[in-house]
């Protein structure tokens, strides 16, 4: 059975940090490309970063310079570190692992006020 387990989210003001952890269980995160998504209040959800097998990281736009996705494979986890922390990253945060399926995780609710 595979599980992602999202945690690390909260409320902190602007220009603060968070980082977010993802644990993972039934697959090994080596092997996939794992992924950060988001999902704003009336917003569809969208991709933030992501880190293939091979180690290669992609971000959205708006996080460039601010936010870095890793991985521990040893401890098959995935980690988004989200610096200068802006209200409009305001969002639920979730993990995911894409390979033959698709996982997701329940999803971390990070709040950033101004």
């Known amino acids: 059975q595979v599980q992602l387990v999202e945690s690390g989210g909260g409320l902190v003001q602007a220009g603060g940090s968070l980082r977010l952890s993802c644990v993972v269980s039934g697959i090994i995160v080596s092997t996939k490309t794992m992924a950060w998504y988001r999902q704003a209040p009336g917003k569809q959800r969208e991709l933030v970063a992501l880190?293939?097998?091979?180690?290669?990281?992609n971000y959205a736009d708006s996080v460039k310079g601010r936010f870095t996705i890793s991985r521990h494979n040893a401890k098959n986890t995935v980690y988004l570190q989200m610096n200068s922390l802006k209200p409009e990253d305001t969002a639920v945060y979730y993990c995911?692992?894409?390979?033959?399926?698709?996982?997701w995780g329940q999803g971390t609710q990070v709040t950033v006020s101004s």
């Open positions: 880190i293939i097998s091979g180690g290669t990281t």
């Open positions: 995911n692992a894409e390979g033959t399926k698709t996982y």
